[in-house]
């Protein structure tokens, strides 16, 4: 079946340092990609996505690109703050019983020190 | 603010009580999806309602049981849980027949079974 595997956090890092959250990609067909983050105590929300490939997703200074030929959706940020911190997931379409879903990775939280 | 409401934010119950979670959306979605949220086991679909036809996850045990009586409403009815149960319980809604396809979600219900 479909699956997504994302790198292992905890990540730690110090503000305005570059980041790359790894995440690469199993599936039949052309899936929509995703990533959701979970700030502490609170459900998640969507942070950016790509429905094919090559297309770049980007939202306050995230990017991701699909890429079809690695199976891969990397989130990068030039510049971290400390309200990042939080927990990301990658994610990517697919049906199930005649409905569609999403299928998580395990997520990666992420921590952004001063 | 996502459009999607939950309630309680919080509960805790006892193994013999019997409690219900709501989740209402109003962003006018026809797809309705509940997830629990654990240490163990970081997202795992619980069930998915598509039209308000339920898609039937056989994993679930039936201590667990879903209601969408329309298209912005949905319940979890609870019953004889177990201490393994407690968790964060997370709804989402979709259009499903976007091909881009995200998940909206709700704040979560955390869930403490004594």
């Known amino acids: 079946g479909n699956s997504v595997t994302q790198m292992e956090g905890p990540v730690t890092l110090s503000e305005e340092a570059f980041l790359t959250i790894n995440c690469t990609y199993t599936a039949t067909g052309y899936p929509s990609l995703f990533w959701y983050v979970q700030y502490p105590g609170e459900g998640l929300q969507l942070l950016l996505k790509?429905?094919?490939?090559?297309d770049k997703g980007s939202n306050k200074g995230f990017e991701a690109t699909y890429r079809k030929e690695t199976t891969s959706f990397h989130l990068e940020k030039g510049s971290v703050q400390v309200s990042d911190s939080a927990v990301y997931f990658c994610?990517?379409?697919?049906?199930?019983?005649?409905?569609?879903?999403?299928?998580f990775g395990q997520g990666t939280r992420l921590t952004i020190n001063p | 603010e996502t459009g999607v409401t939950q309630t309680p934010r919080h509960l805790v119950m006892g193994m013999t009580n019997k409690k219900s979670l709501k989740c209402e959306q109003h962003l006018g979605h026809n797809a309705m999806y509940w997830y629990k949220q654990s240490a163990k086991k970081p997202l795992e679909l619980m069930f998915v309602y598509s039209l308000e036809e339920r898609v039937e996850n056989n994993s679930v045990p039936s201590r667990f049981s879903p209601e969408c009586p329309n298209s912005s409403h949905l319940f979890l009815h609870l019953h004889t849980l177990q201490p393994e149960d407690s968790a964060l319980y997370l709804c989402?809604?979709?259009?499903?027949?976007?091909?881009?396809?995200?998940?909206?979600f709700g704040p979560g219900t955390r869930l403490t079974v004594t």
């Open positions: 994610a990517l379409s697919d049906r199930w019983g005649g409905a569609q879903k999403l299928v």
């Open positions: 790509a429905t094919k490939a090559d």
């Open positions: 989402a809604s979709s259009q499903d027949q976007l091909v881009s396809y995200e998940q909206y």
